[in-house]
């Protein structure tokens, strides 16, 4: 509405706005002021707003007298004596968007709205409102106003609010507080209150709100001012400031000003300032004489003949007891009354000083509950002021020291007297607290909204209903409001119909703003009953979490659940259930409360991911759906090494679970990752089944749904060397980077780098040959070596070349080889996987000689052989393969074994002769060349054989990973002779040789990545220089790594400073390169060079030196003195270098990284020395050993100690912990290696020693799984208990590691039979069962023996029972009974007389015991006495045979109340026929059930039935136990005891049963779940449309059918929708599975039982929806004779040939329509025929039925909006605006003519300028003036 007003004011035309209207259009924002000002400002205002029902002084009288007799009121100000008009000086407590809250004095507080800040500011603001959007010149008030400001403000109106406390509204607009001054009243050195108009120039204009005086204030006198207040760099428009006059000139107009704190604070009011009663601002400084002193005050005058008075709150607390008549003292006006003109002081110290600030309360103290407070003074009138614990004071009013006014006690507050009370308030201007003593604001839980927190469960009353909600008092001030989505679980039509005012509910908080005083509250009763966690923020919303919420949208994508603190989040469609639900919106609605599981949060985007599928246990292919939430948890780092179990193969890759952690998070390796070899990868794929362990597998990335993890050995090398890029900013032109082809497109191959860095490789830098199809080049996944070319910062694009001549390292014989060794390296893995599997085909390597059947000769010459070793492989050899013998089908044949392909089951053999020949082998030698034929070509290697030897060989096809395509010339054919260089002489476990093509080079390099190289270093260029070593140079510092500084010398010339060249005295942990910045300039000593391609030092003699990158040092010592030039790494094979180092000596050196493959640590000492600290050897700190990564950061100095060099004697080995002894009786850490099951750990030592750790020293108290925690790689603190022989003992007790530490020891150490004593209770665990009794272990050297009658009780004739209840390695408590020390025997009982505790074979089995006669009988006889029915025959025990005679009857099942009283019987022969016979019972009926009484019919009890129900878990209802128990029942009667726990038993299993069913959440699984649920609702249609369906799902067409009939019969006649609906399905049924004549015959009954057009619409839909259209069409042309008169049925028939495509009949329906049906529904029909040709017909044709219509009816306002709306969907502006335009000047009523205006408007505002939007608000006033004329005539 408001927008309305605003675009067309009402009574007619505005032609002059009325002067000084222009906040008009907030006045009505300022009733929202007061309502927010209900919760805000005066919320504490309980004293002194009922003190007027109190008899207190009668307030108002004493006023007016004090004015009449001229007598002061020294008391405090009250709320009554405030008047419109009143000036105050106040304090700002809280600052919000629309009004300030203003504390005054006594206690008082008020509000300003935002329309009385200032003229100007309210200009904005009306501007701000007219404009629609947001100026910049305009402020909001917490950003000019602080808390804590002083300010002047006049009293506008007090209202008394709905529960009689009044408000008190103000200004501080200069015009109002200042209206007393004019201009020539002004002097130099009056402080008054300003408000900045506007900001100039050189200054600011001041609005000082006198009429005719311009106030101007420069930036000078504002400068200071500006810095303290620290809101910005200028004043804002509407900042009330304290300006002080400096000048006045002509006469007053103009006056210049400052607000300098300083000469604020230092001026005094005097009478040379001409001030009057009149024109007194409070906030005025003044001296002061003291005239009187009384017991509530003080009497003043100042400025010569004014008087005041200061109240006892505002006397300063220092001096209270000093003052003196006739005393002089400075004070600050307090108010000024407009009427008595009584002014009111302060004597409080921060008032004292213009512009000074009072003192703020601590925000803890505010609502604390104070013990003792002691009373200072007691004013009976007022109330009591109070010194608190802290020394301040605090007041209370009269009304708050007792509960009531008959209970107050004035005797009780004698000065010195203490009280408890709470602080409800805090008074700025009185720098008081205020005090409540009343116990039910004591007791209150919450005073303010601070006190009240998300999710708090609160009491309230009900306030009021409005439309939006319910509003509901929580406590006094504070107010929420339950909106009406949150009245109930359901939505409330009527909610005054449950809720009335006065009710108390209980709510719980959904969001609390203490800042905007808002608090939104619920009465969901789901939601305040809740106990699951709230969830009121992001961070919280860990995956897993499980929390009610509630539904706030429901849509075809999904449900939006909203949480506390408008937390909220997305249900996708496929986690709403476990069913699809294909439209959400009906099966949800809006408010909806439901349990939701977190799924995945993104905290900083506020986006949250639910399910409501809380299964906790997904299914396999749901698994990954979990690990966003580990993903979270888990937090693996990219490039962090872990092992996996395969969970699932799929044709694209592999679904496994990272085994460290204990959830299993679910990973994605892609198939192409498992290997940097195409061929490879499929074969281990192949290889590898579900629930094999991965090892060594790397983090890849968690884009997207899936952790991805890869096996690529380059890619993982490359990550672990650091040879990677993290970011797009570290990446550099000339850097070469390993990564993977992401996609092949035709323009070229997107290349991934892991941390997810992508790049283009163009075609044309794809490769060194043409490319015409990418796709021949690469494959998606390959593992490639890219050189960045060129990179575009603005659009973060990377170039790459693929090129192999740009990315190796030119030694291509190398680079050949390095990829052939890790291929066959691969190999010998997947051979190992396929020896489980098929182990026949490992067998077979190449070379191998073997004799074959030829089993067929193919067309081609090739030809098959088969052979008793090569079952169920094909054996091939191709026509060369043959040579030039003849062969026929069935002949023997000796063969050579070329090659074997796993994945195809294929075998390559040759019968050639040269080949088979034995030759003698001979000596070959390294790097030799020979001549060698193809034999055999393979994806990535060819198989050749030597011409010498006849020695197999393989030789790599291709020369670098990039290395993919050949033209056909180039490609090796076989029997082809080539060169090859021999690089290994033994053959590896494929049989063969490994090689390369080509001649020999000489010296050739293997180039494995370096240790010292990084990505970096790659790209330094390689430079000619004349610099020789002890050259002075001067560079810049270009970049600073960890270990190294990159300098460069001059434009052209880069380098290197190593971390050990910089200080000479290195502190250890420091980091030596952090000490350079980049861009310093340094100079440096040239101290070596390095070799560009292998980054090796090279010796000054070489004669590439002049081409090297320069070494570099910066050492103070060695710039100026002698320094030691870097010798060659290469050359100097015995490597004198590390010969200078002794074992033992300590050296500083630099942390490189930590090697996660080889487990150590990687350091540099020099530039040209490596060193390595292996894993073990890094700290004595297990924390350490178990993050290494972590502890160690890269470049930090350390001090090691020299172990030695390692074996290829390029590295000093190194210790961080010294040189290990491992030496008896000393502490070690270790790794664990080995865990082997009931004997014990084997632990890795420093220095590569094992130990081992038996169950026994594992812990102080024996556990039952004691190894349960360890797992292979966990460090361990080990105590060493013996070393003897190279063998290590060791322990991992507390008491040994710790002994410092007197935790208790359970289990102590047994070392010798010495500790063993008799009588001595034992644990230990079970060795064996032998028949010669139980063997237990008591330590490690230690067995004792328990003898069988020792065991238990019961006598056992099986000894299997045993080994069950007393499997290997069991714990047990045993008693020692004898020890033989001299045969070292010790013999031990576990009955439990012995132990006090429990059997080891439980009572349950139902065991005779050892000479139990007696016991057994009395049993019997009580069991007579119980049944006289059962003839049960006495037991004999017969202890010599171990016989015992069988009962001839026995009963099974025991009397029951709930039983039918019939008992079972039967015989029973032989012991083994009993035990089969309980064999079968359990296999019929669940373990631990009864038998039943078995009925012929099928009938079937409740109970039995229960066993069909699925939500019972049978792991519950049965153990191993109760099973035996069914097999021992037989053997032995039961005694009472166990009578009335099967009974127990039996009764629980029925709750059981009975509660499943019960189970509302339960879905129906079978005919008689549905039986059972359509019983209970017979008319519930949705039910039998489910059974229907149930029985659809097995294809039970004529069972579905019966069902409906049924469902006919059943529901009520009343329900007809109900009916109708199950017609609808039979119909649906007939028309799928039925012929036409049954569907025929079901809808002419459905015809007769229901209402016939319903059926016949119904029908059409289903024959439409199943394009059953010639059907349809028939049906609707009898529906057309039939319901003539039916608009509908003409409109239904319409939509249908529109969507058949058949416009044409389209428009001759609406000629039928409209002759037979009646003249009043043609215009309705013809405009929804319009709107179906505009959505699916044509629209120029829709466009003529509407322009034809309204032509004839130009008033019908619906069918213009509709053709409007239409027309705004589908037309173009221009026609849109056309038909507005004819609109608006129709002659229609005034009503209807502003809606279209109103549209019009509304159209322009959206799409049109703003000049068109002028043009309608134009239109629309001529409109109204030309209405206004009409009516004036």
């Known amino acids: ?912 002769e040269e080949l088979l020949k034995q030759r003698p082998k001979r000596r070959l030698r390294e790097n030799s060349q020979h001549s060698a034929v193809v034999q055999h070509i393979t994806e990535h290697f060819a198989i050749v054989s030597l011409l010498e030897t006849g020695q197999l060989a393989a030789v790599p096809i291709a020369c670098h990973f990039n290395d993919t395509f050949r033209f056909d010339s180039e490609k090796l054919r076989v029997g082809q002779t080539i060169s090859a260089t021999l690089k290994t002489v033994k053959e590896n476990n494929h049989g063969v040789l490994l090689a390369v093509q080509g001649p020999a080079k000489k010296n050739v390099f293997v180039r494995v990545r370096s240790e010292s190289e990084t990505a970096l270093e790659e790209t330094l260029p390689a430079v000619k220089h004349s610099l020789s070593p002890g050259d002075v140079v001067t560079g810049t510092v270009k970049s600073v790594k960890p270990t190294h500084v990159t300098v460069a010398i001059d434009d052209k010339l880069t380098g290197s400073i190593h971390a050990s060249r910089i200080l000479d005295e290195v502190p250890i942990g420091s980091f030596p390169t952090s000490t350079l910045k980049a861009g310093q300039k340094v100079t440096a000593r040239v101290i070596g060079g390095r070799d560009v391609n292998t980054h090796r030092c090279l010796p000054i003699t070489h004669p590439h030196f002049t081409q090297s990158i320069p070494e570099l040092s910066i050492r103070p010592s060695e710039q100026e003195g002698e320094f030691t030039a870097m010798l060659n790494l290469k050359e100097e094979k015995s490597l004198k270098k590390l010969g200078l180092y002794d074992v033992g000596q300590t050296v500083t050196c630099f942390v490189k990284k930590y090697n996660v493959l080889k487990n150590w640590l990687e350091v540099e000492v020099a530039p040209d020395i490596r060193g390595r600290v292996p894993h073990l050897l890094l700290s004595l700190n297990t924390k350490v050993l178990k993050h290494p990564e972590k502890s160690f950061k890269s470049g930090q100095a350390i001090s090691a100690t020299v172990t030695g060099t390692d074996a290829t004697e390029t590295n000093l080995c190194l210790s961080l912990t010294g040189i290990q002894s491992l030496e008896q009786d000393t502490i070690s850490v270790g790794m664990v290696t080995k865990v082997t099951s009931h004997v014990g750990l084997t632990i890795t030592l420093p220095g590569g020693k094992t130990g081992k750790v038996s169950i026994f020293h594992l812990n102080d108290t024996y556990t039952e799984d004691p190894l349960g925690s360890f797992k292979v790689g966990k460090i361990v603190r080990c105590y060493i208990l013996s070393n003897e022989n190279g063998k290590i003992q060791l322990s991992l007790r507390q008491s040994r590691l710790n002994p410092k530490i007197s935790s208790k020891v359970e289990d102590i150490e047994i070392k010798s039979i010495k500790d063993v004593k008799k009588g001595q209770l034992v644990r230990g665990y079970v060795k064996s069962v032998t028949p010669s009794g139980v063997f237990f272990g008591l330590s490690t050297s230690l067995l004792g023996r328990i003898l069988f009658q020792n065991v238990s009780p019961y006598f056992v004739q099986k000894h299997s029972l045993y080994e069950k209840y007393l499997p290997e390695g069991k714990l047990l408590t045993a008693k020692v009974l004898r020890v033989n020390r001299k045969e070292k025997h010790t013999e031990l009982s576990l009955l439990p007389e012995d132990t006090g505790m429990p059997s080891v074979l439980p009572e349950s089995l139902g065991l005779p015991q050892y000479g139990a006669e007696e016991e057994k009988r009395e049993a019997d006889d009580e069991e007579k006495r119980e049944e006289p029915k059962p003839k049960t025959k006495k037991r004999r025990g017969n202890h010599e045979s171990g016989q015992e005679a069988k009962p001839k009857k026995r009963k099974i099942c025991p009397t029951d109340e709930n039983d039918s009283g019939i008992e079972v019987y039967y015989r029973e022969e032989e012991e083994d026929q009993e035990e089969e016979a309980a064999k079968k019972k359990s296999t019929v009926r669940k373990p631990g059930e009864a038998p039943r009484l078995q009925v012929s019919m099928g009938f079937t009890w409740d109970e039995d039935n229960a066993m069909d129900i699925p939500v019972l878990d049978q792991k519950e209802e049965s153990s191993e136990s109760e099973e035996e128990e069914d097999m021992q029942s037989k053997l032995k009667k039961r005694t009472k005891k166990e009578k009335d726990l099967e009974k127990q038993k039996k009764e629980k299993e029925l709750c059981k049963a009975e509660a499943a069913l019960m189970d509302p959440s339960r879905q129906p699984q079978s005919a008689d779940d549905f039986d059972r649920l359509v019983l209970g609702s017979p008319n519930s249609s949705i039910l039998w449309l489910q059974y229907m369906a149930f029985h659809l799902q097995a294809t039970e067409i004529e069972k579905a059918r019966a069902v409906a009939e049924r469902a006919l019969k059943t529901i009520s006649f009343r329900e007809e929708q109900e009916k109708l609906n199950v017609w609808v399905a039979l119909l649906n049924l007939e028309n799928m599975y039925g012929t036409e004549e049954t569907l025929m015959k079901v809808f002419e009954r459905a015809v007769q039982y229901n209402e016939p057009l319903k059926v016949f619409q119904h029908l059409c839909d289903i024959y439409a929806s199943s394009e059953k259209c010639k059907q349809a069409e028939e049906l609707y042309h009898t529906m057309l004779k039939r319901f003539r008169q039916e608009k509908s049925v003409w409109l239904k028939y319409a939509s249908f040939l529109l969507k058949q495509g058949q416009a044409e009949a389209t428009h001759r329906l609406l000629e039928r329509a409209l002759k037979a049906l009646p003249t009043k529904e043609h215009v309705d029909v013809i405009s929804r025929f319009a709107q179906l040709e505009f959505h699916s017909g044509d629209t120029e044709h829709a466009k003529a039925l509407f322009e034809s219509t309204l032509s004839s009816y130009p008033k019908r306002t619906d069918v213009w909006s509709i053709y409007m709306d239409i027309m705004i969907k589908h037309g173009s502006q221009k026609e849109i605006r056309d038909i507005f335009e004819r609109v608006i000047h129709l002659s229609l009523a005034p009503k209807k003519m502003k809606f279209f205006f109103k549209r019009y408007l509304d159209y322009e505002k959206k799409f049109g300028t703003a000049e068109s939007v002028l043009a309608v608000k134009r239109a629309a006033l001529e409109y109204v003036e030309s209405k206004s004329s009409l009516a004036d005539t």
Not at 8 to 21: C, D, L, N, S, V
Not at 652 to 676: F, K, Q, R, T
């Open 1 to 912: 509405m408001a927008s309305m007003e605003e675009n067309f004011p009402r009574g007619g035309i505005q032609k002059k706005p009325a002067e000084g209207k222009t906040p008009k259009p907030k006045s009505e924002r300022d009733n929202l002021f007061d309502v927010q000002h209900e919760e805000k400002s005066l919320k504490r205002k309980r004293g002194q707003k009922d003190q007027e029902k109190q008899k207190r002084f009668k307030a108002d009288k004493t006023v007016k007298a004090a004015v009449k007799d001229n007598v002061m009121n020294i008391g405090p100000l009250t709320i009554e004596a405030l008047s419109e008009g009143m000036l105050l000086l106040g304090c700002i407590k809280e600052v919000s968007d629309y009004e300030l809250a203003i504390s005054l004095p006594n206690g008082l507080s008020g509000f300003v709205p935002v329309t009385q800040i200032s003229d100007a500011y309210s200009k904005l603001l009306t501007k701000q409102v007219a404009q629609g959007e947001v100026l910049e010149e305009l402020n909001s008030l917490p950003d000019v106003f602080s808390p804590g400001t002083l300010v002047r403000c006049i009293v506008t109106s007090i209202e008394k609010r709905d529960d009689g406390r009044r408000s008190v509204k103000l200004s501080i607009d200069p015009k109002k507080v200042n209206k007393g001054l004019n201009s020539t009243a002004l002097a130099a050195g009056m402080l008054l209150s300003g408000s900045v108009s506007s900001v100039e120039d050189h200054g600011y204009l001041i609005d000082i709100g006198v009429i005719g005086t311009h106030a101007f204030l420069p930036h000078e006198k504002a400068k200071n001012y500006i810095k303290a207040v620290k809101k910005g760099p200028d004043l804002k428009i509407g900042q009330n400031l304290n300006c002080l006059i400096v000048e006045v000139k002509n006469e007053g107009r103009v006056v210049c000003l400052s607000i300098d704190r300083s000469e604020v604070a230092a001026s005094i009011a005097t009478e040379r300032q001409n001030w009057a009663l009149s024109n007194l601002l409070p906030g005025l400084v003044v001296k002061a004489r003291v005239q009187k002193v009384a017991p509530l005050g003080m009497k003043l005058t100042f400025l010569s003949y004014f008087t005041g008075i200061v109240d006892f709150m505002h006397i300063d607390p220092e001096k209270s007891m000093s003052y003196s008549p006739d005393q002089v003292v400075k004070a600050c006006v307090l108010s000024v009354h407009p009427t008595s003109r009584a002014v009111r002081l302060t004597l409080r110290s921060p008032f004292l000083h213009a512009g000074g600030a009072p003192r703020q309360l601590p925000g803890p103290r505010m609502g604390a509950v104070l013990e003792e407070a002691t009373v200072k003074a007691f004013y009976k009138q007022f109330g009591a002021i109070f010194e608190l614990d802290d020394g301040t004071l605090a007041f209370a009013r009269l009304k708050h020291l007792s509960k009531t006014r008959k209970s107050f006690k004035p005797g009780a507050f004698k000065e010195g007297s203490k009280h408890k009370c709470r602080i409800i308030d805090y008074s700025l201007m009185d720098e008081m607290c205020i005090v409540s003593l009343k116990n039910q604001i004591i007791e209150a839980r919450f005073l303010q909204y601070q006190d009240i927190h998300t999710g708090d469960v609160v009491q309230g009353k009900v306030l009021s209903l409005k439309p939006i909600g319910m509003q509901v008092k929580v406590a006094d001030g504070i107010r929420g409001l339950v909106p009406s989505l949150h009245l109930s679980d359901v939505i409330l039509k009527q909610p005054e119909k449950k809720y009335n005012v006065g009710d108390e509910v209980k709510c719980r908080v959904l969001e609390c703003n203490p800042g905007g005083k808002k608090l939104i509250l619920t009465l969901k009763k789901s939601l305040v009953q809740s106990k699951l966690p709230v969830l009121s923020n992001y961070e919280d919303a860990k995956p897993g979490l499980i929390t009610h919420g509630f539904v706030v949208c429901a849509r075809e994508f999904g449900c939006i659940v909203k949480f506390y603190n408008d937390v909220k989040g997305l249900v996708p469609k496929n986690e709403l259930g476990s069913e699809p639900i294909s439209c959400p919106d009906k099966v949800f609605y809006e408010g909806q409360v439901l349990k939701v599981m977190v799924l995945k949060c993104e905290p900083q985007q506020e986006r949250l991911l639910l399910s409501f599928r809380l299964s906790s246990k997904p299914g396999p292919e749901e698994k990954w759906k979990c690990t966003p939430k580990e993903k979270q948890e888990m937090k693996y780092q990219i490039g962090e090494i872990v092992d996996v179990k395969i969970l699932k193969k799929k044709d694209n890759g592999l679904e496994v679970s990272i085994l460290e952690d204990e959830d299993n998070v679910v990973a994605w390796i892609p198939m192409l990752h498992l290997s940097d070899f195409v061929a490879a990868s499929k074969l281990l794929w192949h290889c590898l089944q579900e629930g094999d362990v991965l090892p060594r597998v790397m983090y890849l990335s968690d884009k997207g749904e899936h952790i991805i993890l890869s096996r690529k050995s380059a890619v993982i090398s490359a990550v672990q060397e650091e040879q990677v890029v993290r970011s797009f900013s570290e990446i550099q032109p000339g850097m070469l980077l390993t990564g993977y082809v992401r996609n092949v497109m035709p323009f070229g191959v997107f290349v991934e780098f892991p941390f997810g860095v992508t790049g283009l490789a163009p075609k044309v830098s794809m490769s060194d040959k043409f490319v015409t199809d990418t796709k021949d080049h690469f494959v998606v996944g390959q593992t490639v070596i890219a050189k960045v070319m060129s990179i575009d910062e603005e659009k973060q694009r990377v170039l790459l070349n693929l090129k192999v001549s740009e990315c190796s390292s030119g030694d291509s014989a190398a680079e050949s080889f390095g990829l052939l060794n890790q291929y066959f390296k691969e190999l010998k893995e997947i051979r190992d996987l396929l020896k489980r599997g098929e182990p026949g085909i490992c067998e077979l390597v190449p070379g191998k000689r073997m004799h074959l059947v030829v089993q067929d000769v193919r067309e081609d010459g090739s030809a098959l052989f088969s052979g008793s070793s090569v079952t169920g492989l094909s054996v091939t050899a191709t026509r060369y393969h043959l040579g030039a013998k003849n062969i026929a089908p069935g002949e023997k044949r000796k063969a050579l074994v070329l090659h074997v392909d796993a994945l195809t089951s294929e075998v390559h053999v040759s019968l050639r």
